[in-house]
């Protein structure tokens, strides 16, 4: 197999599922999207996941935000919100841009419509008119997603106005929880890095990047670069209950669980971030 960003031959990586790119250090999975055929239990697992990260998806996605009204140009009104899942994004950008979202899971779409806010159901591009076109495109945890990605940044080339900016906001390879999950993966407790993955949830990732190896292939779809950051990745709001999640504890075992991860956020902190986010600028 070749790598989508730089063409040389991957290697095999830690799972049957997983390759590297020995030269650029791109990784990627072939594990299939099965969006909208998952089982209810599941679903209801996945919206309890995404409702313990709402604090720390709050505080990024308002972070984001502000970077973009920064680089955006004065004039740039609409944005396009790719995979707006709840509707959290669209909620905070709507403070400058005029928004739209694009979800391809029916239920969870739905929901944030029922809101009020302006949620078409179906998949980029294909849920938005030919020639319609906005100032920014924003995909937050979607790009690692969508296994053929090159026809994605394409079609974001041709839904950009001229300046216009691609946010991606997606999980770095470089990140500390994903290097010790690889970690625990060669001693064979490969858990923490099919978790990372997504492996056997509806929409596992497909890719893993990071700023470098991003930034050579999107910049190579008529892009460059304006600029790049990370986000946190661990949040003492809201961790509670997202530890609440990782499995069924007892109230002591969680309470100290909760003590160990506050007292390592600081230690965290000094390692590469999980979460990186790129702003790309449509090139004449
Ligand atoms: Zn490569």
Known sequence: MKCIVCNCATSAGLSPWHMICPSCHYESADLKPMVNQQQAHEQ?????????????????????????SELASPC???????????????????TRFQVTGVEPDVAVGGKAAARGLPVRSGYFPDALAPGETFDVIVFNDVIEHIPDIGSALGACNAHLNADGLLVLNL???RGFFYSLSKLFAR?????????????????????YFNDSNLTTLVTSHGFSIARSFSLAALSTNGLLERLRLVGKVNPVALYVQYAAVICAIPLVKLFPSDIVVCVFRKQP
């Open 76 to 94: 740039a009104k609409s944005l396009l919100d790719v995979g707006s899942a709840h509707g959290w994004f669209l909620e905070q950008a709507a």
């Open 187 to 207: 001693i064979h407790w490969n858990g923490p890095f099919e978790r990372m993955w997504q492996k056997g949830l509806p929409s596992p990732h497909v890719h």
């Open 44 to 68: 209801l697992n996945e919206h309890d996941r995404e409702i313990a990260l709402k604090h720390l998806r709050a505080e990024n996605f308002k972070a984001i935000v502000e970077h973009i």
């Open 171 to 173: 999980p770095s390879s």
